[in-house]
């Protein structure tokens, strides 16, 4: 298996960087293909626990690790996280930086704080790292790239014509501080010497390892329901984090990726606003939440909890042509006696369906229907019991899918393969 895409089959946080970690032991490049610092993989190896938002999560085991041209960079988080990791050993000389990933400027993220700030009780909820500002600039082709930087006289021009606008924005509209070019210029004038290390032909070396035969994995962030085009819009990311989005993220065309394996959580979680179906009552939602320390890796926020959906994750399948699952954190579930799985939406109109509807307005508005299944009340260990096999051979004959991986702890070594 060459080539693999992983991808959140949710609306994040499923745990891809622990799979991401596990499938990167057999792989030879790990590449980023979307996204930016809004993204957070914990990885626990040993005991040691990594916290990584812009970086591919195979840095921690020493894979070549590329952020491709979809992704957006913010040079401070990067520099910093390079920093860090090798303030703790771990070798950054791997790490490989498309020239054409676009920046995230400070405005971007002012502009972001800003703009969530405004909308109020409208907001997206997002991460306010930059993120939909950044990749906004990128389509108005006003944005400034990575080898931008590298020439001083370019960056300059760049931020001038970007500040003339932007400046205009956030004091008239936003009423916030305008950025002065002198300061800007320099402080990113002065990332050159930090990025120009790691820049290089991503496109160029993702397909030659493909040609040598070597095996590679492009790292989803976000995931499937946060995506521009097909997920629940507004209420998205401002990329596209399904499969396909490795392709044209990477710069490979869409017949190199071989495996695409979704990562889903055997509950789901939400973070930020928009509809959400499944979503468990209180006072057990916050049993879920403590259970799986339901908690943002960036933000530090809440996350939403709510039962197993198997029409959203039928929708990923279908999105993504997803070709395995792996079921992460089905531990959190050992303490429950039954388990409520959302099997069908009652939309507004009467109709029941299995498919996520197209509409927002039938989205918004539908109910869950549960099927429950028993639980297992006992922790999980090298086998799992009964109860627990059915609930993943549920999930399987539902989708038509094979769970070949199921998490049943925190640590590297808790996952068990099926196949
Ligand atoms: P943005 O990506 O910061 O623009 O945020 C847009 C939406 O995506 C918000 O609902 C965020 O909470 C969500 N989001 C962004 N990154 C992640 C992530 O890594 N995990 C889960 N949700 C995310």
């Known amino acids: 298996m060459p080539s693999t895409v992983i991808v959140g089959a949710q609306w994040g946080d499923e745990g891809k960087g622990k799979i991401v970690d596990l499938l990167a032991q057999?792989?030879?490049?790990?590449?980023?293909?979307?996204?930016?610092?809004?993204?957070?993989?914990?990885?626990?190896?040993?005991?040691?626990?990594?916290?990584?938002?812009?970086?591919?999560?195979?840095?921690?085991?020493?894979?070549?690790?590329?952020?491709?041209?979809?992704?957006?960079?913010?040079?401070?988080?990067f520099v910093t996280e390079i920093d860090e990791l090798a303030s703790r050993g771990i070798d950054t000389s791997i790490v490989v930086l498309s020239g054409n990933a676009h920046l995230i400027m400070p405005w971007h993220v002012a502009i972001d704080q800003a703009s969530e700030r405004r909308l109020g009780?409208?907001?997206?909820?997002?991460?306010?790292?930059?993120?939909?500002?950044?990749?906004?600039?990128?389509a108005s082709r006003i944005g400034i790239r990575v080898q931008d930087v590298l020439d001083p006289k370019i960056l300059r021009q760049k931020i001038e014509v970007a500040l003339a606008e932007k400046n205009v924005w956030l004091e008239r509209v936003y009423e916030v501080e305008p950025f002065g070019l002198e300061e800007i210029w320099s402080q990113y004038a002065a990332y050159a010497e930090r990025l120009a290390p790691f820049v290089g032909d991503t496109s160029l070396l993702v397909d030659q390892a493909l040609r040598e035969g070597k095996n590679v994995?492009?790292?989803?962030?976000?995931?499937?329901?946060?995506?521009?085009?097909?997920?629940?819009?507004?209420?998205?990311?401002?990329?596209?984090?399904?499969?396909?989005?490795?392709?044209?993220?990477?710069?490979?065309?869409?017949?190199?990726?071989?495996?695409?394996?979704?990562?889903?959580?055997a509950y789901v979680t939400r973070v930020g606003e928009g509809p959400f179906p499944s979503e468990i009552p209180s006072p057990l939602q916050e049993r879920v939440r403590e259970l799986g320390g339901e908690f943002g890796t960036v933000t530090g926020r809440e996350r939403r909890c709510g039962w197993l959906d198997l029409v959203a994750l039928r929708y990923a399948v279908r999105l993504n042509g997803i070709?395995?699952?792996?079921?992460?954190?089905?531990?959190?579930?050992?303490?429950f006696a039954v388990i409520p799985v959302c099997v069908r939406y009652s939309l507004p109109d009467g109709r029941e369906t299995e498919h996520f509807?197209?509409?927002?307005s039938d989205f918004h508005h539908c109910r869950p229907i549960f099927e429950t299944l028993t639980g297992w009340e006992e922790p999980l260990g090298a086998q799992l019991p009964a109860a627990a096999r059915a609930y993943v051979e549920f999930v399987e004959d539902e989708l038509d899918v094979p769970v070949e991986l199921v998490g049943t702890g925190a640590d590297r070594a808790a996952v068990l393969a099926r196949s």
């Not at 009780?121 to 990128?138: F, S």
């Not at 070709?323 to 303490?335: E, F, G, M, R, Y």
């Open 26 to 77: 057999e792989s030879d490049v790990v590449c980023r293909y979307q996204g930016g610092p809004n993204a957070g993989h914990t990885i626990i190896v040993g005991g040691e626990t990594y916290k990584i938002r812009q970086t591919p999560s195979g840095v921690i085991s020493g894979k070549t690790s590329v952020i491709g041209a979809g992704c957006v960079v913010d040079p401070q988080v």
């Open 121 to 138: 009780k409208l907001q997206i909820g997002t991460t306010r790292r930059g993120i939909g500002p950044a990749y906004a600039d990128k």
């Open 217 to 265: 994995l492009f790292e989803g962030a976000q995931a499937t329901l946060l995506d521009l085009d097909h997920g629940t819009y507004p209420f998205v990311t401002s990329s596209n984090p399904i499969a396909s989005g490795a392709a044209t993220g990477i710069g490979i065309g869409p017949n190199r990726i071989d495996r695409v394996t979704g990562v889903a959580k």
């Open 323 to 335: 070709t395995s699952l792996a079921l992460t954190k089905l531990d959190v579930l050992s303490a």
């Open 357 to 360: 509807p197209a509409h927002q």
